[in-house]
T-cell receptor
Framework: NAGVTQTPKFQVLKTGQSMTLQCAQDMNHNSMYWYRQDPGMGLRLIYYSASEGTTDKGEVPNGYNVSRLNKREFSLRLESAAPSQTSVYFCASNLQGGNYGYTFGSGTRLTVV | QKEVEQNSGPLSVPEGAIASLNCTYS??????FFWYRQYSGKSPELIMFIYSNGDKEDGRFTAQLNKASQYVSLLIRDSQPSDSATYLCAVPLEYGNKLVFGAGTILRVKS
């Protein structure tokens, strides 16, 4: 049972490049989330998907897009990377909504130069 | 006022002592409360959750909830150096659609 799998683990991008962060869960969870974590600012929600076929903006959605490909997979795309997007990105999933604890992936450390 | 507030620390305690971590939240309608532990360079790991007022114990960890005062705390008894980590409080806000995390409290247990 792998839980939540994120790829890649590390990435360096040049300003203006694009990339997609992949996330997959094998726990039959309905809801999936993308957070970014910056020093001193905690975890901030970028986008979430309450169930297959739906996506909603979180606290810091600008510069990102998401796709809930199926129940298992939820990807995050940076169309034109900026240095301000240098961060650690975590994908998480849970049964449904905020009243159930999350399981987190191992994270992607992204540097934009 | 931030939605979920924690003292950033660091909180330093000697080995064997009780570590007390606190969290306040803004939404009186919140029903569930979560504590995550995050080691440096790792992802957050769920260690405790509490739904009802009062105390909930799990091994060396006790979560305390006071909905009237809108705070939740985590006590770690017999603290060990391996407990040194950042502890994140999380509360579901906006009708429970998602969790909002505090910035975390750094705990250092000195041997």
């Amino acid at each position: 049972n792998a839980g939540v799998t994120q790829t890649p683990k590390f990435q360096v991008l040049k300003t203006g490049q694009s990339m997609t962060l992949q996330c997959a869960q094998d726990m039959n969870h309905n809801s999936m989330y993308w957070y970014r974590q910056d020093p001193g600012m905690g975890l901030r929600l970028i986008y979430y998907s309450a169930s297959e076929g739906t996506t909603d903006k979180g606290e810091v959605p600008n510069g990102y897009n998401v796709s809930r490909l199926n129940k298992r997979e939820f990807s995050l795309r940076l169309e034109s990377a900026a240095p301000s997007q240098t961060s650690v990105y975590f994908c998480a999933s849970n049964l449904q909504g905020g009243n159930y604890g999350y399981t987190f992936g191992s994270g992607t450390r992204l540097t934009v130069v | 006022q931030k939605e979920v507030e924690q003292n950033s620390g660091p909180l330093s305690v000697p080995e064997g002592a009780i570590a007390s971590l606190n969290c306040t939240y803004s939404d009186r309608g919140s029903q569930s409360f979560f504590w995550y532990r995050q080691y440096s360079g790792k992802s957050p790991e769920l260690i405790m959750f509490i739904y009802s007022n009062g105390d909930k114990e799990d091994g060396r960890f006790t979560a305390q909830l006071n909905k009237a005062s809108q705070y939740v705390s985590l006590l770690i008894r017999d603290s060990q150096p391996s407990d040194s980590a950042t502890y994140l409080c999380a509360v579901p806000l906006e009708y429970g659609n998602k969790l909002v995390f505090g910035a975390g409290t750094i705990l250092r247990v000195k041997s």
